[in-house]
């Protein structure tokens, strides 16, 4: 077996966020790491809408970003620490629209080791020096410089290691123009480690220290280290250092010290000031718990600065500094507004807030003041003695707010994430679709959604209205070559056409000059401010005046087919004659003085738009009843002489020349593309060689079963075109390459482009008798998504084998349940408090719940009806009860009757596990599946983490135990057992008589049942330790599976083996046979392994094009949705295994991690190809292109059209 | 020292980087001991976490645990992982991963001399 790995969706998480200048422009620009992909972002000033500007595969883990900007410099660079053991900084070239790596540094081993830097990043706010630094002991300081050239350099890494010391924090000092400083909040172990008393633990000082490097001696030096609170977690750089041309300083400089529940400010030689977090005022609050800030963001305006710090609640505080030149006066921080928890905030220049989600959608706001002088309690050091610090180790008196809506931002856009992906199925159940929907189930906590991903562009309906009857076709048309939107719409039907002006309504309009008592063929607005009509008996030449100058048709003949654009129309008579026209500089249309007979039926016709600065475009395609299609020339030197000819399997329904760029062809300038439609549903794409006109490199896809109608249209003012037949597509050109997507809307039968200037970029189109405008706001993306919100985090879902609802199990750690909530507040109010209904009502998808000790847990099941995207029924769990695994079980005790087994646990603790009591509830379900009525509840000792169906009983993983039970009257009983799975079984699969077992930490085993004996047999297992996430059944002796660390593996049995075990009746010979590696007699084969780099939560096998193979689909904690596709032929092995090893010399990874490296992190990489790797061979330059090509024997399109028919026979992506 | 580490998972978690082991022979010559003892040392001061003869249990198991909390910290998915399963926002975990790393298995055992 060989996979081809291809990644339909990349991670949608961003795990950093930073801000800067980095096309050099003045508009500013956000790069974000999304794991293992780096991104750049542009917010749009105007409209608030964050696009992509570009994304990259960097091959490696991106553990950190940082930002610089060399003194005096235009110009952001970006600073990327990752587990390559390399510095890289990286610049964006918006020549080329690419990240350029200007430097690499190596300074240690791969891998996100514990002593290797690249977990922190801090730098020197005037660009001079930056450290990176280890999670313990090393600090590495670069120096940043410009060489006479004016390039960037950077020295040699200069040490600032501290042995047993852990590093929490590094942050780099604003000091002006003085030394760099580095300050690291760091513990050092040392005597802890050798105190059996357990003293030296207690009384660890977390330690704030300053490393200067000295600039002149080039040198770094530990300058000052104090302790701080033991609990600090986080610095702030706090501005600082004299502006060159004053002598005033921006600041005080020093840092904050984020602490649980306290703010300090702190310095060298400098008084500290401390502030307590503002705590929300809850009556469900939990006093023990501290509070910390996870992220925080400096903004310097003119002449002041703030500080927004957000809470681990969300809750954003506004800090500010009141300081006299270098002495600070006070430390005031105040509530600001609640946002979702973010791993990153940015705040741009232009007055927006980005909010970079830890899960689930990423945001975008926009400041509408500063809180400056609102009613919001502010609390200032100088209400304490000695600033806060009288008594640093005793906490200050809570503070406490009042959280409320949104004051200060307004939401403005938001960036669809799927991160986490906790569960997904992928089936087929709408009504009319011939490709499969991934039911995903994301977020976490209140933010929780179950999303159905399909296949398209997402479309916005603008208006739709309905018509007196069903046109068959819609133009738009402006009325003059300069006007800026459409002036008109054109419908033609039957007998006649409809002309429809569009102004502040759109009404049907009389005097145009179009005739209305016929259909229409073509509509064209030609010359400066003429306009034309192609209509069955002549063309009519509309002249702005409104005198037409008509052409007719010779008597007995109809024009069949027109095609036209700014200066040309061509039109085929149904004598199978071609008739060109010209305009001349005096915008007279002339009739070519030839006609040509094209010996059979003209079905289609297609000449592309005037190239800028031309007279004419010289090639016309046609396609004929003979199954051929013609490039036929328009040259004056030989006008309508035949060029070249291609057969085609079907006759031709249309034909659309565009030109349109697609990197992988022609960086440059765009390629004449002729797409023709087939009657049978197949889209031919060839290319046009300018120079000769032959038709090269040829590629088909099915689009649909109806015969296809083709039409260009702008899409944001680039060529595309509207492939329509059973399902409408669009071919545009995104980031530079070509896509190909069908839209998500209704079947349409003619559309056209439209521009007014309320839609400025939209879409016309007619489906039946409904004329409907609309636009596609997301291009790029592949995935359309429609969610339904859950409560809490989704644990686990199936679907029903009959009644089409999926069943969902949802529950969160540290949170009351609904019925703990009541009890607690009845609590309260008997002791005769007050509850505060305001707090209490706040929605916890915005303010999340409030959190609860470890060991409690809310949780429920959710009946969702997937096909109208609602939720049917939610049963919450009470008793402290929280849901672990689910599945659907045909008793045959019960007469094969469907129940919904739900396996729970009562006060749950996740370390160590355990439960005081395990559960596995059987419902009954009632009322079409809709509800469902608990029969009983069945006690385990231990948390029931999987459970399924097996020939009419249940069989169960109970902890290490895998149990089989049975329907009883008052519980499940219990039939059989076996005990020796070493941590915890967390998945089951089934066929025949066996069960394959994920086990949490000792990967797959292989298990047999034995009827006659009643015996539960594990007869093999992996040679390999693995953290089992998730695992499938791919044939009965091959099992998929993912771990924990972001590998995708597939393991197979011995096909004798599995025929013995089969074979043997009673199991016996099973049971005595001797175990191998301390485990089962017989050990998997690992066929096939591969590094993803997100945590697989489910592997689906399925065919996701109608007719196609089946492929494994596994979908990434971080939100990756990804396939394993095998391959049909050794050669296709042997090529793409080729061209993978040329990329992976030709194609570096942006951190500089070794590609081999990384695909095979834990285990070396077997039988499975990159296709993300081999994909960017689109990208390379043309040379390199085609000196790959040509060590494999093959033309560049040769290559290309193989990357692309892998991908689209696989996925029709 | 027995006791079960405690991360907001079930059951025991994952031991990610293995110690990496120099052999020392002992049939070498002492002269030869002696310069691979200050190799050694060398590698000790160089590279926190490799083991050596002497290594003590307690050693052995707080490297170990040093070495997956710095990993979890250092794996974004991962730390995604742990965060969703316990409920807690993803800085919240990676602050306490760090704190644990001071003293993953508890103090050391008295020395019995």
Known sequence: MHLYNLTLQPPTAITQAIVGNFSGARQQEIIVSRGTRLELLRPDVQTGKVSTVIASDVFGS????????????????????????????????????????????????????????????????????????????????????????????????????????????IVGLDVGFENPVFAALEVDYSESDQDPTGEAFNNAEKMLTYYELDLGLNHVVRKWSEPTDPRANLLVQVPGGQLGSSDRYDGPSGVLVCCEDHIIYRHMDAPQHRVPIPRRRHPLEDPDRGLIITAAV?????????????????????????????????????????????????ILKSGFLFVAAEFGNHQLYQFQKLGDDDNEPEFSSTSYSSFGMADPSSPLPRAYFHPRGLDNLTLVDELESLDPIVDAKVLNILPNSDSPQIFAACGRGARSSLRMLRHGLEVEEVVSSDLPGIPNAVWTTKLKEDDPFDSYIILSFVNGTL????????????????????????VQQIGADALLQVHPHGIRHVLSDRRVNEWR???????????????????????????????????QLNEYQDRKAMGSTVLALSIAEVPEGRQRTPYLAVGCEDQTVRIISLDPESTLETIS??????????????????????????????????????????????????????????????????????????????????????????QNLMHFTPLIFENLDYAWSFSAELCPEGLIGISGSVLRIFQIPKLGTKLKQDSIPLSY???????????????????????????????????IRQKGQKVDEDVLNLPAEVFGRPKAPAGTWASGIRIVDPVNARTVNFIPLDNNEAAFSVAVVSFSARGGEQMLVVGTAKDTFLAPRSCSSGFLRTYKIINDGQDLELLHKTETNDVPLAVLGFQ?????????????????????????????????????????SRIIVGDMQESIFYVTYKPPENRLLVFADDSQPRWISSATMVDYNTVAAGDRFGNVFVNRLDSKVSDQ????????????????????????????????????????????????????????????????????????????????????????????????????????????????????????????QSSIAGELDRTVGEVLKKLEQLRVTASGF | MDKQPSLPWYGHYPKICKPTYTHVSHTQSSELRYTANTQLEHLHARYTGTGHADLTKYEWLTHQHRDTLSSIVGHPTLLSYLSIADGEATGRVKFEMVERMLQPCGPPPAKDD
């Open chain 1, 793 to 827: 985090t989704p644990r686990k879902m199936i679907t029903h084998p009959a009644n089409g609802y999926l069943y969902l199990i949802e529950g969160d750690h540290r949170v009351m349940g609904e019925d703990a909530v009541q009890a607690k507040l009845a609590e």
């Open chain 1, 499 to 522: 002309v429809l002006s569009i102004g502040e309504t759109i009404e049907e309009v009389q005097d145009t000059g179009f005739l209305s008592s016929a259909p229409t063929l073509a």
């Open chain 1, 298 to 346: 400096m903004h310097k305006m003119k002449g002041a600065f703030f500080f927004l710090l957000q809470s681990e609640e969300g809750d954003l505080y506004k800090v500010t500094i009141e300081h006299d030149e270098q002495d600070v006066r006070a430390l005031k921080i105040k509530y600001f507004d609640t946002v979702p928890i973010a791993s990153s905030l940015c």
């Open chain 1, 62 to 169: 991106i553990r950190s970003l940082a930002v610089f900007r060399l003194t005096g410099g235009t110009k952001d660079y970006a600073v990327v620490g990752s587990d390559s053991g390399r510095i890289v900084i990286l610049d964006y070239d918006p020549k080329t629209s690419s990240f350029v790596k200007v430097h690499q540094e190596t300074y240690g081993k791969s891998g996100a080791r514990r002593i290797v830097p690249g977990q922190y990043l801090a730098v020197d706010p005037k660009g001079r020096s930056l450290m990176i630094a280890a999670v313990e002991k090393a600090k590495l300081v670069y120096i940043l410089n410009r060489d006479a050239a004016a390039n960037l350099t950077i020295s040699s890494p200069l040490e600032a290691h501290k042995n047993n010391a852990l590093i929490h924090h």
């Open chain 1, 645 to 734: 000819l291609q057969a085609l399997t079907a006759p031709p329904s249309a034909i659309c020349i565009a030109d349109m760029l697609d990197a992988g062809i022609n960086k440059i300038s765009p390629t004449t593309f002729v797409n023709i439609g087939l009657q049978n549903g197949v889209l031919l794409r060839t290319v046009l060689d300018p120079i000769n006109g032959q038709l090269t490199d040829t590629r088909t896809r099915f689009l649909g079963t109806r015969p296809i109608r083709l039409i260009r249209v702008a899409i944001q003012r680039n060529p595309g075109i509207l492939a329509l037949s059973s399902r409408s597509w669009l071919n545009y050109t995104y």
């Open chain 1, 1061 to 1184: 075990v089969d074979d043997d009746p009673t199991g016996a010979g099973i049971l005595h046979e001797k175990g191998v590696l301390a485990g089962a007699p017989h050990k998997t084969v690992l066929l096939a392994h591969y590094h993803v780099g997100d945590i697989v939560t489910s592997i689906n096998k399925v065919s996701l094009v109608a007719g196609g193979r089946e492929v494994l689909l596994y979908t990434g904690l971080h939100g990756t949705v990804g396939i394993l596709v095998p391959f049909i032929s050794k050669e296709d092995v042997d090529f793409i295994s080729t061209l993978e090893q040329h990329m992976r010399t030709e194609q570096g990874s942006l951190v500089g991690r070794d590609h081999l490296a990384w695909r095979g992190y834990y285990v070396p990489v077997k039988a499975v190809v990159d296709g993300d790797l081999c994909e960017t061979f689109a990208r390379l330059p043309a040379t390199k």
């Open chain 1, 553 to 587: 048709v010779p008597d007995g003949k109809t024009i069949v087919s027109a095609t036209t654009n700014k200066r040309q129309v061509v039109v085929a008579l149904s004598s199978a004659e071609l008739v060109y026209f010209e305009l001349d500089l005096d915008g």
């Open chain 1, 952 to 992: 009419g009983r249940l069989v169960a993983g109970v902890g290490k135990a895998l149990r089989l039970y049975d329907m009883g009257k008052k519980k499940l009983l219990r039939k059989v057992e076996n005990k020796t799975f070493s941590s915890a079984i967390v998945t089951l699969a089934t066929q025949g």
